[in-house]
């Protein structure tokens, strides 16, 4: 008895540093882990950058009954600031949208109300003209800056190979509370994003569909965005770039927004 007594104190002597160990190694790679994924985070908000200049496109949001609604934007981008104009042949010049800050300071202006907006918090999540694009989703806002990125796995989008990372907001209080991301494994391009609400159920996700090479980058030039609970997709293309224009400074503060 006294030999099977210390017999079983070793093992458990021995399963307890395995343990130690393990939970040590892993503590590692965790940290490893986490540091990978900030780093493919960077990756993905350096590929969202708007190209500066003047850029011209197409948001057409087509509801389950397959009609259509085209709305025709012009923007004019800086390297901290984005100043769009939102129209349809209808209704001619709708809203003009101003994102300074690189994006987290968001002021809209309607221009047949004359009233100006400050989106903020919950606010941010906001429709634009209806589409399934919120204020938030075109501002390009850094994702580092607002989530904390874990790689959770890999998967297979569109033949491709990709890391599957989970992003979780650093500020509570927004309509999503968590994106999943998939990124290509060789050049880190993002394919695909899936909006979670606070229940942390996929209610949207958006597609990257086409890219083009423009110099050194490659820069998306159309996403599809598919409301799932709505049934309704919004496909935003961007048709031109003149990364020549310049702009006076004055059109991007808020107060100007109105002339």
Known sequence: DKYIMKRICIICIIAASVGVFSSASLSQEDRKIELNAQGILARVDRFFEYPRGLLKGVIKHIRP??????????????????????NTHERGDQMKVLYNLGGEDIWVYNLHELKMF???GIDKFDEVLATNYSFTDLSNVDFQSNYTATITGEAVVKGSDVYTLVLKPIAKGG?????????????????????????????????????????????????????????????????????????????????????
């Open 175 to 259: 309509e999503y509370g968590q994106l999943t991301l998939y990124v290509t494994k060789d050049k880190f391009i993002p394919l695909r994003i899936d909006y979670h609400d606070r229940d942390k159920v996929i209610f949207k996700f958006l597609s990257v569909v086409k890219v083009k090479e423009n110099g050194s980058r490659v820069v998306p030039v159309r996403y599809d965005m598919m409301n799932i609970r709505q049934g309704t997709v919004t496909v935003f293309s961007i048709s031109d770039i003149d990364e020549n224009a310049a702009f006076n400074p004055e059109i991007f503060r808020p107060e100007r927004l109105g002339e």
């Open 118 to 120: 400050h989106k903020m």
């Open 65 to 86: 009954d397959g009609s259509a609604l085209n709305i025709y934007l012009t923007g004019r981008i800086t390297q901290e600031d984005f100043l769009f104009t939102f």
